[in-house]
């Protein structure tokens, strides 16, 4: 069992910055951030490999979003700046302990967080 906890949402204006924080009970494997606007499907945001070395961003916010993570800390980043209105909505850290990269779909990964609420307004 995996217990993750999502931290650092919050309201923002267009342009500005957030950085998200998921705390893990312990190693976590693949990693990755996803997102849910309400009345659309969960969708991937930004993944990394056990080692950090390999990532994955969905082109909506490659070069906008970083993800990172701390394996000392048992903790998984997601920096985001530029943000923009449509970056809205929950957004929920996801572990898969035994994991072969690429994981980059919502299936991939098998523990998830309770979300954290993103909100950018014009």
């Known amino acids: 069992q995996v217990q993750l906890g999502e931290s650092g949402g919050g309201s923002v204006l267009a342009g500005g910055s957030l950085r998200l924080s998921c705390s893990t009970s312990r190693y976590t494997g693949c990693a990755g951030w996803f997102r849910q606007a309400p009345g659309k499907e969960r969708e991937g945001v930004a993944t990394?490999?056990?080692?950090?070395?390999?990532?994955y961003y969905d082109g909506s916010v490659k070069g906008r979003f970083t993800i990172s993570r701390d394996n000392s800390e048992n903790t998984v980043y997601l920096q985001m700046n530029s943000l923009k209105p449509e970056d809205t909505g929950v957004y929920y850290c996801?572990?898969?302990?035994?994991?072969?990269?690429?994981?980059?779909?919502?299936?991939?990964?098998?523990?998830w967080g309770q979300g954290t609420q993103v909100t950018v307004s014009s």
């Open positions: 996801a572990a898969k302990p035994f994991c072969i990269w690429p994981a980059t779909r919502a299936s991939d990964f098998n523990y």
């Open positions: 990394i490999s056990p080692g950090g070395v390999n990532t």
